[in-house]
C-alpha cells in the first residue's frame, strides 16, 4: 500500500486530473480597469457557470461578465463527491418541513435538472466521466434500517413508487458485497460525474457562447444603484443584474446569516483499486451512501479508484467561510477514512491517495433559495445544505429567470418562494450547533460498534428536535 499525507488540503484530486486532462491551460485573465455588462456573474462555480449558459441560451444577445476569485472549478463545485441526483431521496425529511406538495414539485424539479445536466454531461466531445446507474442507500448499523420502512411509507403515501425500490440484504449485496451493509434502498435516479470535469466542461461553453471570464478577480465590494457596481481587485464592472454566485462566501452576509450555517464535508480518493473492487463485487456504476445524519456518501471513478466522503465537518462561527477548521481537519478526513475501512474492507490494502475538504451551505431547512435583494437588481444563491450538484442546475434556471424578469415554472418552486425558518442567532447558533454535532458523531459512532453512547452525547443529539429545529434531527 502507498503512503500517502493524511493531511487535508487543496486542490481536490478531482480538480489536479479535470486541469490536467485539459493540458494545465493558463487561467483567464484578471480583470484589469472598468467595463460595462448587461449581468455580472460573480463566483465561477456550477451555480454562475449554469446561469450563464441559461442566460445565453435565452437570451443570445445579453453581454454576461463572469468573475472568479481563483478559477473556474477550484471551488465546491472540484471538491465534491460527483453524485448527481435530485431530492426523491429526500422526501421524507421535505414532507416534513414544506409539506406534501412543495416535497414533490422540488424532487419533479431535481428531475428536470437531470435531464438538463446529463444533455450537457453526454454531448458529442465531452467527456466528464458521466456514468447513470441509479443510487443506492445502505443501512449500515441497526439503528439505520427504520429509514428505510420511513421512507418507502412516504414514496406510497405520495404516490410516487416508481422513484424508489426496498433492496433486502442480499439484493443490496448485488451491488457492492460488504460484511457491515444490511437492507437498503434503490432509487432510479443517479448518476456520477467528473466533477472538475464537468465545472471546466461548462466553462469552456460559457466562453464558447461569448461569455466573457475573468479569473484571479475577486469581488471586494458592491455598490448599489442603477446601474450596480461591483468593484474587483483591480477593476470594476457596472452592470444593471449581478448575480452572487459565492457559495457559501454569501452566508456571512446580513440577509442570509439568519437563514445559514458554514459546516463542512470532507472526501478522500484511493489509489486506484480494480480488483479489490471486482472482489467486492463492485461492478455497477452506483452511487452509494448510507443512512446516518452525517452521511458517507462514496463511489466508483473511471479508472477504478473509490471516493469516499463523510458529511461531519466542523461549523465555522458566524457564517465565516474563510475559516481554515472547514479545509484542514484532520479529523474529519479521518472520519472518512474510517468509513471507507469499514463500508468497503475488501479496499483495506488500498492507499489513499487524498483528502481535502470543504464548507457547504446548510440552509435552515436543508434546501436552497434563490432571491433578488427587495429593490435591487442582485440576485443571490444560498443553502445548497451539501447537494448541489443537481441542484445548482435548478439554481442557473431560477436565477436566469430573475434576472430576465421571466415569470415562468423555474420562479414558481418553493426554491424561490417559500418562507424559511430563522435559526438561532449567534453565539449560540455555534455553540449549540458544535455540542449537538460532537454529540451525533458519538452517537452514530456507537450505533456502528454496537454501543450505546454516553447520555451527554445523547442529550446533544436531541436538542434540534427538542427546539423544532429543522437541521441536525436524525
Ligand atoms: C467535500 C464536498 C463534497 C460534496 N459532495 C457532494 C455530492 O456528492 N453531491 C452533491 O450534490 N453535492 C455535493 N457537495 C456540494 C456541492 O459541491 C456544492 O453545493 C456546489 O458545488 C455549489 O456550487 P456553487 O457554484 O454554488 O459553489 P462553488 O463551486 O464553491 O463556487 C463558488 C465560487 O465563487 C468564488 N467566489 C467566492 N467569493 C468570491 C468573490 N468575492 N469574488 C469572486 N469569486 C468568488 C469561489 O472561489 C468559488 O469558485 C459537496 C461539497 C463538498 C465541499
Known sequence: MQQHSHVPGDPSWWFTEALGAEGNPAPAPWLAGSTKADVAIIGGGFTGLWTALALKERAPGLDVVLIEAKVCGAGASGKNGGKVHGYWASLPGMEASVGPEAAVAIARAGTRAQDGIRAFATAPGRDVWWREDGNVRVSASPAQDAKISTHMAAVKRLGVEDTARELTKSEVRDFVRSPVFRGG?????????????????????????????????????????????????????IAKDV??????????????????????????????????????????????????????YFRKTADNRVLMGSGSGPISFNGDATNSILTTDVDSGQRAVRGLRRLLPELNNVGVDRIWGGGIDVSSDRLPFFRTRPGTRVHIAAGYSGHGVNPTYIGGQCLASLVLDQKDYWRSLPFCTRELPRLPPEPFRTIGGRFVRQGIIACEEAEEDGRTAGPISKFAASIPKMFGLKIGTR
Not at 446601474?227 to 477593476?235: E, K, L, N
Not at 480518493?269 to 446516518?292: F, Y
Open 185 to 237: 434502498l434503490f432509487m432510479t435516479e443517479g448518476a456520477n460525474v467528473q466533477p472538475a470535469r464537468l465545472a471546466r466542461a461548462l466553462r469552456q461553453e460559457a466562453i464558447k457562447l461569448g461569455v466573457r471570464i475573468y479569473e484571479n478577480t475577486a469581488m471586494v465590494g458592491l455598490d448599489n444603484g442603477s446601474p450596480h457596481r461591483v468593484r474587483t481587485t483591480a477593476g470594476e464592472i
Open 243 to 296: 448575480v452572487l454566485a459565492t457559495n457559501t462566501a454569501i452566508a456571512k452576509d446580513d440577509d442570509i446569516r439568519p437563514y445559514v450555517t458554514v459546516f463542512s464535508s470532507y472526501a478522500l480518493m484511493t489509489d486506484p483499486a480494480e480488483a479489490e473492487l471486482e472482489a467486492a463485487g463492485w461492478v455497477g456504476n452506483q452511487g452509494l451512501s448510507d443512512l446516518r445524519m452525517f452521511v458517507h
